[in-house]
Every structure is written in structure tokens, then in C-alpha cells.
């Protein structure tokens, strides 16, 4: 008999169908070069109980934008409300971040009020870049005070536009550029001075932030050059410190023990990536994590749970 159902999972995919259709119109179901299979509760249910999972805060794993003449607000719209719905349902078992429909910083700026005042969403995921403007430019500077003033999670997933030109086109994005589009936004984040200007905003990295852990020494460089320095008084170490991180993918000694480098324990989150990645991976990942050195017992607790209701506390009684 399978334990109680306990971890919280903070990066799980849902698409709705009007998400599923806008992509149709533009050529496929493809996101990141992976096939997002249709959506089941029931099964998704199931998956979650064989591991071991009590809660999952479902995210759009790319933005609701295709180019210049096809985005759609109104497909954030119907996300959000599928989302609401869904968390209506089985209110402990699933939670939702609320996507925006960027490059358009007026309508993200209504959708998220709507979705976090009325739908009572649990906070927002952003792409790393649209339409090639990585989070942190000053473009966006009214969301993210927006955001600053309401002190919200935001979860921060990468995506690599379908017209990007990457140099090894032939490799699925998730395998490298997904984590290389993590970093760069992380960096436009820093340098232009979005960490030191809103500090109160709780940002998740997806997949134990990319190469980030990897990079800080080099990152903290940049606190030296000018045009640079004054974007981050307070030292580069000190911004990384203050992100989480999931472990999507990452569940891994090589990942973690950079990681645990970079962040401290109460910033790591549990993270499956399903279902683009398939329950195999669930649970390679959370075997990982068990066998891994670093984290006692009470530690990999934290990990799995309590760190993430330290920003989710309306699941404490899940």
C-alpha cells in the first residue's frame, strides 16, 4: 500500500483547450520540441498518488504568443479560469499559476488582477523571454512593480521561440537551451536591476535554476564593471541567495551540489516536470533525491514539503 501522498509539486503542465488550440492554429502541439499530450484529471490523479505527490501548482510551459500578428490575451484568460476550475474542484490537490499574456504589459497588468484578486490564484509564470525581451527589461518595469507591491511567487519557466537561432538546431530545446534560457533571463534580471528593486518578489527558477548555481563566481564579476555595479549593490551572491530553485531534472549529486552552493535549503522546491516528462523521470527524480548525500532526512522533508508551504500556506492542511 502506497504512504499518505505528501510532496508538493511546483512545476507540473497543463494545457487548456483553447491553449491546445491556439497551437494547432499555429502548426502543432509542440512546446519546447515536446509533445504536451492531452490533459487528464483522473490520470493525472493516479500518477500523483503512485508518487507519493499531495499537491501540484499547474503552469503553461510557454507563452500565449506566437509572433507579431498572433498573440492572445484572451487564451491567458481561458488558462486562468481552467486553472480556477480545476482548483475549485480538488482544491488540495492542485494550484495554479496565472499566466500573462506579454509583450502586452497593460493587459498582463489586468490579467493579473483578475487572477490573483478573483480567481484566487497562487501566483504567476512567466516565459524567460517573448517575442525576444528577457524578463528584467526595462520595458517591464510596471509588471514587476505590480508584482513587487503584491509580493508575488513567480515561477520563472524557460522557452526557446520556435524561430530561435540556436546552433545546434538539431537537439530537443529542453535538453541544453532550456537551461541557457533560464540563465540569460536570470542575468537580465540582475544587471538591470529588477532583483535589487523588488525584493519581495518570491521567484522560482525551474530545472535548479538552469546553469546559474554553476555560474556565480563569473556572474559575480559583473558587480565590478561599469554600467553594472550599481544594479547590484548589495553583491550578486546576495540576489541568488535570495530565488528558489525546483529540482526538476535536476535531481542529480552533479546539480544539487552546486546548487546547494548557490542557495540555502529553505529555497530548494520539489519539481516533477509532468508530464513532458514522463513518469519514468518522476520517479528517477525523487530517487535521486532520496539517495543523495546532501540532505538528511528532516532536509529532504523540507525539500519535498515545507518549504513550499512556507509560499503556498493555503495547503497546510492538504
Not at 493516479?46 to 504568443?65: C, F, H, K, N, Q
Not at 487572477?115 to 524567460?128: E, F, H, I, P, R
Not at 540563465?183 to 534580471?189: D, G, H, K
Not at 528593486?197 to 548555481?213: D, E, K, Q
Request: proline letters at 8%; a negative charge; aromatic letters at 10%.
Amino acid at each position: 500500500m502506497n504512504p499518505e501522498p505528501f510532496r508538493i509539486d511546483v512545476h507540473h503542465h497543463i494545457l487548456s483547450p483553447e491553449y491546445i488550440a491556439m497551437l494547432e492554429a499555429a502548426g502543432g502541439k509542440e512546446v519546447g520540441d515536446r509533445l504536451m499530450s492531452d490533459w487528464d484529471p483522473s490520470g493525472v490523479l493516479e500518477w500523483m498518488d503512485r508518487s507519493g505527490i499531495a499537491t501540484v501548482i499547474a503552469s503553461l510551459p510557454a507563452p500565449v504568443y506566437v509572433d507579431e500578428e498572433r498573440y492572445y490575451p484572451e487564451v491567458a484568460r481561458s488558462c486562468n479560469e481552467h486553472y480556477a476550475r480545476i482548483i475549485g474542484e480538488y482544491p488540495h490537490r492542485f494550484g495554479g499559476f496565472a499566466m500573462l499574456p506579454l509583450p502586452d504589459v497593460d493587459a498582463s497588468l489586468a490579467e493579473l488582477e483578475y487572477s490573483l484578486d478573483t480567481l484566487k490564484l497562487d501566483g504567476v509564470v512567466l516565459a524567460s523571454s517573448v517575442a525576444g525581451v528577457y524578463l528584467g527589461d526595462p520595458e517591464q518595469n510596471e509588471l514587476f512593480d505590480e508584482l513587487e507591491r503584491r509580493k508575488a511567487v513567480v515561477f520563472i519557466h524557460p522557452f526557446v521561440p520556435p524561430d530561435a537561432d540556436v546552433p545546434l538546431p538539431y537537439l530537443p530545446a529542453f535538453l541544453m537551451e532550456f537551461v541557457l534560457e533560464t540563465t540569460r533571463t536570470v542575468a537580465s534580471l540582475l544587471f538591470n536591476g529588477t532583483l535589487e528593486r523588488c525584493p519581495n518578489i518570491r521567484f522560482i527558477l525551474s530545472h535548479a535554476g538552469g546553469t546559474v548555481p554553476y555560474l556565480v563566481w563569473r556572474f559575480a564579476l559583473g558587480q565590478f564593471l561599469p554600467g553594472l555595479t550599481e544594479k547590484v549593490p548589495q553583491g550578486v551572491e546576495a540576489y541568488l541567495q535570495r530565488l528558489y530553485y525546483d529540482t526538476a531534472l535536476s535531481a542529480s549529486p552533479h546539480a544539487l551540489r552546486s546548487l546547494q552552493e548557490c542557495a540555502d535549503l529553505s529555497h530548494i522546491l520539489f519539481g516533477a516536470d509532468y508530464p513532458p516528462a514522463p513518469e519514468a523521470v518522476t520517479a528517477a527524480s525523487i530517487q535521486g533525491l532520496e539517495e543523495y548525500d546532501g540532505f538528511d532526512d528532516s532536509e529532504r522533508q523540507a525539500v519535498y514539503r515545507g518549504n513550499a508551504l512556507a509560499l503556498f500556506p493555503r495547503l497546510e492542511e492538504s
